[in-house]
């Protein structure tokens, strides 16, 4: 097998090679997209593993000019950049794989084998149009993590399917986002996105909101009305919380899903639909099969394509990207001049469960902003339970002592003196803690 490595960190292109060759690899390390592609050229290699950021050409120039040549090289990009969009475009471009940098070798080599084993069943090549548009809803979902980049690459290769997927992952996780952007770089952008959370109504009026109702179908039914498959006739419907959905409604959804009709309520003539179902559930659906909660055939009718959002305490490295991101969006929306989040603040949040997962971590910068009188978010100024010190917690002696003074210090609106006077110790030694916990802000005179 032979091998091009191109990275504009030389160093980095060789060590690759090295772990290639000792692999068994014929691997040669070059330093520029022109280079790669001269390489290429020169002897076609089974395998081109390449950084995406390089100027003047970077990594997805290059594997589109070698996609076009030569489709049966197997392309491995790896980037420090990690993002949703171009995780998406790597995909759509024909690479294997993404990896995003820093990474161990043996993760590497695990991609590099993965995709020597399925060579001969690769992916077929997809008909591209250019690249992808900016679209609402796909900037919400950032992480450069393992675990996201994974759900990135989920979503591009959902994107290109007509089949329903299904997004399991607990509540607050970003499924309805995950739905969006499987739409919105999907074929039916264009068309309508309707989603519905089928546990927040009763069945009767679930059932009317999905499929639509006659007139005089039930009391108070005065007017027909389009369900939501029917409005979204050619686009997507989303159902959050599938779980929750009556076994009744369940039957009648797999109906619709088996032949592409609906029938309203009250009515006897079908309405023929081409639409596209996107799932959610914060269940697991399989345990609701055991229990005769959820129709068994339903559930293999949606499990061909899933999609697993992970909870945040599992990518707990995206927290500091998630938490600029919610930062700025607050600080726009309320017009404050909040510009980060001090170390402090960011310690707190890295500490916290997060049982609400991302959505509690956007309602906890909203509100840091809306409590912040400076320029960056301090820990008094997330919520309370929050920064509070948690007794259910092991803590050491020296961080119980810094949440003390934290403390303290809010309880007396931040007034040194009083603060020292509490705690029974002098102004000046409450400075030296607050220099050595980080959290002391201008001269000791400010004291």
């Not at 294997?96 to 695990?110: C, G, H, N």
């Not at 088996?258 to 959610?280: C, F, H, N, Y």
Request: aromatic content about 4%.
């Amino acid at each position: 097998m032979t091998a091009v490595v191109v990275d504009d960190d030389r160093s980095m292109a060789e060590m690759i090679a090295e772990v290639l060759v000792a692999r068994g690899f014929e691997a040669r390390a070059v330093d520029s997209g022109a280079a790669a592609l001269a390489a290429i050229e020169a002897a076609t290699p089974d395998l081109v593993v390449s950084d995406v950021r390089m100027q003047p050409m970077g990594g997805i120039e290059v594997l589109r000019r070698v996609r076009a040549a030569h489709p049966e090289i197997i392309f491995i990009l790896m980037t420090a950049f990690g993002t949703l969009e171009s995780a998406i475009e790597a995909v759509r471009e024909g690479a294997y794989d993404y990896v995003s940098k820093p990474f161990k070798m043996e993760e590497l080599l695990l991609v590099v084998d993965r995709a020597l084993e399925s060579r001969r069943i690769a992916e077929e090549n997809r008909d591209l149009r250019g690249a992808l548009r900016e679209q609402q809803g796909i900037s919400e979902i950032v992480g450069r993590s393992a675990a996201m980049l994974a759900v990135f690459k989920a979503i591009a290769r959902a994107a290109d399917s007509m089949g329903s997927v299904l997004v399991l992952g607990e509540t607050g996780t970003g499924k309805e986002l995950v739905a969006r952007s499987i739409h919105m770089h999907g074929p039916r952008r264009a068309r309508p996105f309707l989603a519905i959370n089928c546990a927040a109504l009763p069945e009767n009026l679930l059932e009317s909101e999905l499929f639509g109702h006659e007139t005089g179908a039930f009391t108070g039914a005065v007017a027909r009305k389009a369900g939501l498959f029917e409005q979204a006739d050619g686009g997507t419907v989303f159902l959050d919380e599938l779980g929750e959905l009556p076994l009744a409604l369940q039957s009648k959804l797999l109906r619709t899903l088996q032949s592409g009709e609906v029938r309203l309520v009250g009515g006897s003539a079908t309405l023929k639909v081409d639409v596209r179902l996107i799932g959610a559930s914060n269940r697991d659906l399989r345990h609701l099969v055991a229990e005769g909660a959820f129709r068994e055939d339903l559930w293999f009718r949606l499990n061909t394509m899933i999609i697993q959002v992970p909870a945040l305490r599992e990518h707990m490295e995206d927290l500091p990207l998630l938490a600029e991101r919610f930062l700025r969006a607050a600080a726009e929306r309320s017009g404050k001049d909040v510009q980060g989040i001090s170390r402090e603040a960011l310690a707190v949040l890295n500490r916290h469960d997060w049982p609400g997962n991302v959505r509690e971590l956007e309602h906890a910068l909203d509100h840091a902003v809306s409590f912040a009188r400076q320029a960056l978010i301090v820990p008094e100024d997330l919520p309370e339970a929050m920064s509070a010190p948690r007794s259910s917690r092991l803590m050491s002696l020296e961080e119980l002592e810094r949440q003390h003074i934290l403390y303290v210090l809010k309880s007396v609106q931040g007034s040194r003196q009083h603060a020292a006077d509490v705690l029974g110790i002098d102004r000046k030694t409450l400075y030296r803690k607050l220099l050595r916990f980080g959290m002391a802000q201008g001269d000791e005179k400010d004291a």
